[in-house]
């Protein structure tokens, strides 16, 4: 009846031409449902193709069915339609990665119920890995933990089957084996020629034919069937590990499936409740077991890492050993995927900086981290602040990344290293030595560099603000009787104040000069008579200074770096856009009005243009 078939797809098509107004239109319900009735009469005329021979059924599956299920996301109803018509070719048994990707696509959108209509026979009938495998993660998703965890588990003990080296760890590998799966493992083995079915029908006391035997297997108990499938293999152990070797080559698996198995077996026990040291150690285990199957997983080696950093702090005796997992494993998943690399590299450097003894650390690592990709430039702050490490070699690593960084990457490296030229004196001796060592390749990008940085500061926090923050700070270490943080702060504006730098210092010496002059007096005289002096007349002059930062509206940049001003074609790009992965527009110029917010801090506003043109 293949021509009323065509016939009746045929006519579906015609009336889903009929109305074209519809994708011209508004009215998306009605477009969607005639996008979902087009696929079906589309899979439809696929399946008539394939049962009439005008098609291959293989080919299809591969290469168009499984890619359609991504986008193919509708109700019950349709779901239902679908494993129907491709129910007309594709028997659950015969194709399973057809089954498998719909099975995967239906668990992730949480359709327990078409899963338990159509698939939980189909479950029981198979002990492929990869439907095992989706079939735990099933279990997991609906709340069976333990379930999902015993049935993995039974996939890698059916795969160590099919791994034994001799006949007795052969023989050993089937007595681990779920007792329960064993009439569902002679029924996929008894499909393969290399099964031996004399042995077996003399076994059973039937004839040599698969169904007969099936038939007296399925009246035992499954303790009768495990002890005949161990006899039969004992009996005839070169056939039936030969036959263990078709079944495994007709699942199609190879080191990724395995990997995939371990990986997702070591994520549900890392997601248990409490887990001792011991049960980590276990995580850890497969995970690595993982990695010997497959090496290029990122995934593994993430999870592996993940794993031996929670290690760290269940057993603190051996912290540096999972330390340098933990780097090796974020390291080696970085290096295997391109992009969204900032959490493992964070996590790596976080780690590496906490190992206590640093001869654990070997040369091999200390190169693969010197060989990471330009693109570490998100995280060179997180690198630049361990610049005076207290580890020899861990500080001496720093140093090599950030030189090679710099090398290349002046610019990237450059700010977040200024930032601690006024830290402590360690961090401040780093930070310069690095940069003067830089300077010798980079001078005029140097030199630019800080043409921008001191300008910029200058106009960021001018005299009258510093003094008003100074005040504050002094007059509330006055209060708590902090003399020598008061007089620390006080000796430090006092000797910044014989050294102006810009226009608008100097237009604060000339509005200010004559209180400051007295209240430095009154301080060099250091006693209870003339602080309390003092600090009557620096009263006044915060207050004056208050009030003029209020009105504070503009800065005008020549006032604070003229240089600054008046630079026009720097060498470097417009601060905040350099890039490692393309060039960017250098900067031009600066415009020489600064607009002061009337915000709290007073921030300032300030434009610059590109050399292209961009403001």
Known sequence: RYEECQTMITKGFETLAKDTSVYIGGDAIRLHKNLYYSQMFIELQESLNILNGSQDKTDLAASIWNKRLKGFKRDSESWIRLIAIRSLVFAPGEYINVYFNMISVLRKERRWNLIDSFFNRFFKQTIHPNIELEHSKILWARGKKKEAIESLKSVLDLINVGESDTSEEFIESLNKLNTNRFYVLIATLIKHQEFDYNTA?????????????????????????????????????????????????????????????????????????????????????????????????????????????????????????????????????????????????????????????????????????????????????????????????????????????????????????????????????????????????????????????????????????????????????????????????????????????????????????????????????????????????????????????????????????????TKRGFKIAVPGTYSVLHPVPNLECIEPALQVLGTQQHPRCVFMISSSGEK
Request: include cysteine; charged fraction near 25%.
């Open 201 to 565: 029908s003399q076994l059973l006391n039937v004839e040599p034919q698969p169904e007969a035997m099936l038939e007296k297997l399925g009246e035992m108990s499954p303790e009768k069937q495990k002890e005949f499938l161990i006899k039969l293999c004992s009996i005839s152990p070169s056939n039936m590990s030969s036959c263990f070797d078709s079944m495994f080559t007709s699942f199609g698996i190879d080191g990724v499936v395995e990997a995939r198995i371990y990986r997702t077996l070591g994520t549900f026990k890392s997601m248990m409740p409490n887990l001792t040291k011991e049960e980590l150690k276990d995580v850890s285990l497969l995970y690595e077991q993982g990695k010997i199957k497959n090496s290029t997983d990122y995934k593994i080696w993430l999870q592996w890492a993940y794993a031996n950093s929670r290690l760290i702090d269940a057993d603190p005796s051996h912290r540096d050993k999972y330390s340098v997992n933990a780097v090796v494993g974020f390291l080696r998943a970085t290096q295997l995927r391109s992009s969204n690399t900032l959490e493992f590299l964070c996590q790596m450097f976080s780690i590496f900086f906490r190992v206590n003894d640093s001869r654990i650390i070997t040369d091999s690592l200390i190169n693969d981290i010197l060989e990471l990709p330009a693109n570490i430039i998100e995280i060179i702050p997180q690198i630049t602040v361990q610049i005076a490490h207290p580890d020899h070699l861990i500080r001496n690593v720093v140093e090599r990344i950030l030189m090679k960084f710099g090398e290349k990457h002046y610019q990237g490296l450059f700010y977040p290293l200024k930032l601690y030229e006024h830290c402590d004196v360690s961090k401040a001796k780093a930070s310069r030595d690095i940069l003067l060592r830089l300077h010798k390749n980079h001078e005029e990008e140097a030199a630019d560099a800080n043409l921008f940085v001191d300008g910029m500061l200058s106009a960021a926090i001018s005299w009258f603000e510093q003094w008003i923050i100074a005040l504050d700070t002094a007059s509330k270490a006055n209060h708590d009787n902090n003399i020598q943080k008061m007089d620390r702060i006080l000796n430090s504006m006092f000797a910044q104040y014989d050294k102006p730098r810009c226009d608008l210092d100097r237009l604060f010496i000339r509005k200010h000069d004559p209180m400051i002059k007295q209240c430095r007096a009154l301080f060099n005289e250091h006693t209870n008579k003339s602080i309390r002096s003092m600090w009557d007349i620096f009263k006044h002059l915060f207050s004056q200074l208050n009030d003029r930062v209020k009105r504070l509206e503009l800065i005008l940049l020549p006032k604070v770096s003229e240089q600054l001003a």
